[in-house]
């Protein structure tokens, strides 16, 4: 369950991160082989090539992590995530998801939301003007298996301006007492309201299964038809369910959610997490 946990949580959000410091921008043609910048890869030996992306870098302590996601005009998505990212050399692709990366052909069909099982990034060039490598990786939707090889990339930074595009989904938490942020995403599907971020390899979900507006909500570890709060640590750990806590749902506003939460989380090893000043202001469809 934790892995399915894991996966769904990363189809969901596309965007992993957000924490304390950041830097993200759109990248634009101009730097890459021959004056350009490139995306591309083989999908199952067909050839696609992406016109758009973003970088990410976020920085906590001392430990970076950086993504990049690109875009074809039709909506496909290729992209990945490296934490705890030391520049140039080759980063395994595991399921720790430690280094991840992820294809979705159809924004709008589940079955071709892919996310890496094995494989390995390399990265040949990194600066503040540009960052280039190689990948190849094989991609599971929980059914079946893609192969992506002959992944390349050279993008040309040096000359973008920084665009936060993160403000309308923030999630942050002290956990045990240290402060931890997240990039959120939220899905509304009739009474069910879910708040999902990431950082990193870590996530967390806040499901209020008979959502009804402002108010206050009970937390329960009923995970089926409970309102519940989860944390995974990584793909590898047990993940930790609410056994007691409470959210608050402050205000709805132009699809704005906002509110608070916090809670006691325990795993199967008897390991627990104390959540408190839980926040979160994240923007639904």
């Known amino acids: 369950m934790k892995n399915t946990f894991a996966?769904?949580?990363?189809?969901?959000?596309?965007?992993?991160?957000?924490?304390?410091?950041?830097?993200?921008?759109?990248?634009?043609?101009?730097?890459?082989?021959?004056g350009a910048a490139f995306f591309k890869a083989k999908v199952d030996g067909q050839t696609i090539?992406?016109?758009?992306?973003?970088?990410?870098?976020?920085?906590?302590?001392?430990?970076?992590?950086?993504?990049?996601?690109?875009?074809?005009e039709s909506g496909k998505t290729m992209g990945f995530v490296i934490d705890d990212f030391k520049g140039p050399g080759k980063y395994l692709i595991t399921e720790t998801m430690l280094t991840t990366m992820s294809y979705i052909g159809d924004p709008q069909d589940f079955e071709t939301f892919f996310i890496s099982t094995g494989g390995q990034i390399t990265i040949t060039s990194y600066s503040d003007k540009l960052i280039a490598g190689k990948f190849d990786f094989t991609g599971n939707n929980g059914e079946r298996d893609i192969a992506i090889s002959n992944g390349e990339f050279s993008i040309d930074l040096s000359t973008l301006p920084v665009h936060d595009h993160l403000g309308d989904n923030k999630i942050s938490a002290k956990l045990n007492g240290v402060l931890a942020g997240f990039k959120g995403q939220i899905i509304i599907g009739g009474t069910v309201l879910n708040i999902s971020g990431m950082y990193g390899t870590k996530a967390i979900t806040l499901s209020l299964r008979d959502f009804n507006g402002v108010g206050t909500y009970t937390l329960t570890p009923d995970l089926y038809f409970g309102?519940?709060?989860?944390?995974?640590?990584?793909?590898d750990d047990a993940e930790f369910v609410c056994t007691s806590g409470t959210a608050t749902v402050t205000s709805v506003d132009n699809k704005i959610f906002k509110g608070t939460f916090s809670g006691i989380l325990e795993n199967s090893n008897g390991d627990k997490i104390n959540i408190t000043e839980g926040h979160f202001e994240v923007k639904g469809d």
């Open 7 to 34: 996966k769904t949580s990363l189809f969901c959000l596309l965007l992993f991160t957000l924490s304390c410091a950041k830097d993200i921008e759109y990248i634009q043609p101009g730097g890459g082989k021959g």
């Open 49 to 72: 090539e992406f016109k758009q992306a973003t970088k990410a870098t976020y920085n906590v302590l001392d430990k970076k992590t950086i993504e990049i996601l690109a875009f074809t």
């Open 227 to 235: 309102n519940t709060l989860v944390y995974i640590q990584s793909a």
